[in-house]
C-alpha cells in the first residue's frame, strides 16, 4: 500500500436537487451515501444530472434548499470550494498551457505556501505516481492528450484532497489511449485511497472503476449498486439497456416457463405470474444440440465482434434473440439453431409505468 493511503473523506448528499435560474429542472432531490476510500460512478446518457450533482458535492454549484453536503459528517453545504479539500479533474484538463508539468502540478502546493524544497519532493512523487517521468520541464502545450491527462490527475492530487472528483477524464482520448489510461487510473486510485466520484457516460469505464455505480436517468437516480448488481440484476429496462447488451423479452408465462416464439424457457418466477418482461444478456445463452436445447430458432445474421460473434436468431416469426457465441461455433445464416439458456440468467424486469 502506498504512503498517499488513507486520506479519504466519506461523503453524503441528502435531498440535493437542482433547479436552474431558468426553471430547468436538473436533479430531483437526491439522498447518496459514499464510503471512505469507494470510487463511486455516476452513469448516464447526456443531461440526466451527473456533471450537477459532480458540482454540488464540489461547491461549485449550491443544491435547492433543503438539500445539504456533509464530508465526514460535516455539513459543508455552505464551505466555499476552496475550503472543501476536493481535487477535481475535467475532460478539458484546464491546466495553464504556458506552464511547465512541473509547475502544474504543485501550482496548488504553492498557492497554499509549501516551501519549494518540500513543493519539489511532492511533484517528483507524483511524476513517478503517473507516469510522466521525463517530461516535468515541458510545457503543456509540447505534451499529448494522454499525458496532459495524467498531469491533470497529478495536479488535482497534489493538495491531497479528502475527495476527488472526474468528469468525463478520458472522454477526449481515442478509444486504445483510453483503455490504458483506465487501466492505469484504476490502479492509481486504489494506490491513493481516495473517496473518489467519477462521471461518465461510458458503461465500460464504470464497470471497471467502480466499486459502485449510480444508473441516472433524467434527474433521478435509476439504480445503485456494484457493477455485477447493475448488469446482471438491473431494476428495469432502462438500466438493462444502458449498462450492455441485453435482449429484453415480453411474453407470457405457463408453468414457471417463458412462452417465447421458438419454444419454452424455465425461470425462476412467482406462481402467480401470467406475462413478464425479461432480460437476458446476449452472452449468457448457449448454443446447444437440439437434444439438450429450450428454444430453437433460424440464424437471421451472423457478425464477427472480435473475442466472440453476435447471432441473431428468430424464432417461428419474428425476432427472437441476439446470441453472443465463441468464434469456434459454427453458424451461417439460414441455419437452424438450438438454443439453451439457464433459468437464472433470466431476469424479470418489473412492469413500466
Ligand atoms: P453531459 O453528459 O451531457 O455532461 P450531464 O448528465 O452531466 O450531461 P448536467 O450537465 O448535469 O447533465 O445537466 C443536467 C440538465 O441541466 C441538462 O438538461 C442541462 O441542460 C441543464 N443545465 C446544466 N447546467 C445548467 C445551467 N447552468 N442552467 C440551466 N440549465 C442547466
Do not use: W
Request: with cysteine; aromatic share 4%.
Amino acid at each position: 500500500m502506498s504512503a498517499e493511503a488513507g486520506h479519504g473523506a466519506s461523503v453524503r448528499i441528502e435531498a440535493c436537487g437542482k433547479t436552474f435560474v431558468d426553471g430547468t429542472r436538473a436533479l430531483e432531490p437526491a439522498t447518496l451515501d459514499i464510503a471512505r476510500g469507494e470510487t463511486l460512478v455516476l452513469l448516464g446518457p447526456s443531461g440526466c444530472g451527473k456533471t450537477t450533482m459532480l458540482r454540488i458535492i464540489a461547491g461549485l454549484e449550491a443544491p435547492d434548499p433543503g438539500g445539504r453536503v456533509l464530508f465526514d459528517s460535516k455539513d459543508m453545504t455552505a464551505v466555499p470550494i476552496e475550503r472543501r479539500n476536493v481535487g477535481m479533474v475535467f475532460q478539458s484538463y484546464a491546466l495553464f498551457p504556458n506552464m511547465t508539468v512541473a509547475d502544474n502540478i504543485g501550482y496548488g502546493l504553492k498557492i497554499r505556501g509549501m516551501p519549494d524544497k518540500e513543493r519539489a519532493a511532492r511533484v517528483a512523487e507524483l511524476v513517478a505516481l503517473t507516469n510522466i517521468s521525463g517530461l516535468e520541464n515541458r510545457r503543456i502545450d509540447q505534451l499529448s492528450g494522454g499525458q496532459r491527462q495524467r498531469v491533470a490527475l497529478a495536479r488535482a492530487v497534489a493538495i491531497r484532497p479528502g475527495i476527488l472528483l472526474l468528469d468525463e477524464p478520458l472522454t477526449a482520448l481515442d478509444a486504445a489511449l483510453r483503455d490504458r489510461l483506465r487501466g492505469e487510473l484504476n490502479r492509481l486510485l486504489r494506490a491513493l485511497g481516495i473517496t473518489t466520484i467519477y462521471v461518465t457516460h461510458d458503461q465500460s469505464e464504470a464497470m471497471e472503476l467502480g466499486d459502485r455505480v449510480v444508473v441516472m436517468q433524467k434527474g433521478t437516480i435509476a439504480q445503485i449498486g456494484t457493477p455485477r448488481e447493475i448488469y446482471f440484476t438491473p431494476r428495469s429496462r432502462f438500466v438493462a439497456e444502458f449498462i450492455g447488451a441485453a435482449n429484453i423479452v415480453e411474453a407470457a408465462i405457463e408453468d414457471g416457463h417463458l412462452v417465447l416464439p421458438g419454444g419454452r424457457q424455465p425461470v425462476h418466477c412467482d406462481g402467480d405470474m401470467s406475462a413478464a418482461v425479461a432480460m437476458i444478456r446476449p452472452e449468457t445463452i448457449r448454443v446447444a444440440a437440439a437434444k439438450d436445447a429450450s428454444l430453437s430458432g433460424t440464424i437471421d445474421s451472423v457478425s464477427f465482434i472480435g473475442d466472440r460473434q453476435r447471432l441473431v436468431v428468430s424464432g417461428a416469426s419474428n425476432r427472437l434473440l441476439t446470441v453472443d457465441a465463441p468464434n469456434t461455433v459454427q453458424a451461417r445464416p439460414g441455419e437452424r439453431i438450438g438454443l439453451s439458456i439457464s433459468p437464472d440468467a433470466v431476469r424479470l424486469l418489473p412492469p413500466e409505468y
